[in-house]
């Protein structure tokens, strides 16, 4: 079974600085991996999105890197703002998501 | 375009009593459909998702259970709800096949008391 891993609960990044939020994953065979932001009462929204045959994909602010070998992608948000701050959850496309992480931005 | 609603956003219910959370979609056919719950500081737990009408998986053991009566509404029920049915339920729709990006509703916060 694939299991999807956000090790890192909570992260806080100074405005302005980068965010780096990472995301482990135990089934190869699934080549497609999806980000979602979540704010406080409300569900979650689709940010980015990479498939399997890229090792990054890039939407203004937002860039996923998929590291095939290590099995694991993160999420760069450069630079952070204070609006970024919610809950992310990586997701395979089996829709099998992480834990997710708390990003503050401070400012 | 396509839209997503799901109701009641809040709801407080006395353990033991029944629940029913409902959802619907509107703007596409025969969408993939799914309930999701988020447990305080916890992440998203999937609960049942539908590929049609009559046709639910369930992902996890539990109180609760899941109708389709049409193609482009989702039912969340329990006969008797537990303390531990607590939490964030979020419905879910995607288009057909896999792969495919997922839209949420805008969720509903259950209390059992």
């Known amino acids: 079974d694939q299991q999807v891993k956000q090790n890192s609960p909570s992260l806080s990044v100074q405005e302005g600085r980068i965010s780096i939020l990472n995301c482990d994953y135990t089934n190869s065979m699934f080549d497609y991996f999806l980000w979602y932001k979540k704010y406080p009462a409300e569900g979650p929204t689709f940010l980015i999105s990479i498939s399997s045959i890229k090792d990054k994909n890039e939407d203004g602010r937002f860039t996923v890197f998929l590291n095939k070998s290590a099995k694991h992608l993160s999420l760069h948000i450069v630079p952070s703002q204070p609006g970024d701050s919610a809950v992310y959850f990586c997701a395979d496309n089996k829709l099998v998501f992480g834990a997710g992480t708390i990003l503050r931005v401070k400012s | 375009s396509q839209t997503i609603h799901q109701w009641p956003a809040t709801l407080v219910q006395p353990v033991g009593s029944p629940l029913s959370l409902e959802c619907t979609v509107e703007g596409t056919s025969n969408p993939n459909l799914y309930w999701y719950r988020q447990a305080a500081g916890r992440g998203l737990q999937l609960l049942f998702y539908s590929v049609g009408i009559g046709q639910i998986s369930s992902e996890v053991p539990q109180n609760l259970s899941a109708s389709r009566p049409q193609d482009r509404q989702f039912i969340l029920s329990s006969k008797k709800l537990l303390l531990s049915d607590s939490g964030f339920y979020l419905c879910?729709?995607?288009?057909?096949?896999?792969?495919?990006?997922?839209?949420f509703g805008e969720g509903s916060w259950l209390t059992v008391v």
């Open positions: 879910a729709w995607s288009a057909t096949g896999a792969g495919n990006t997922i839209y």
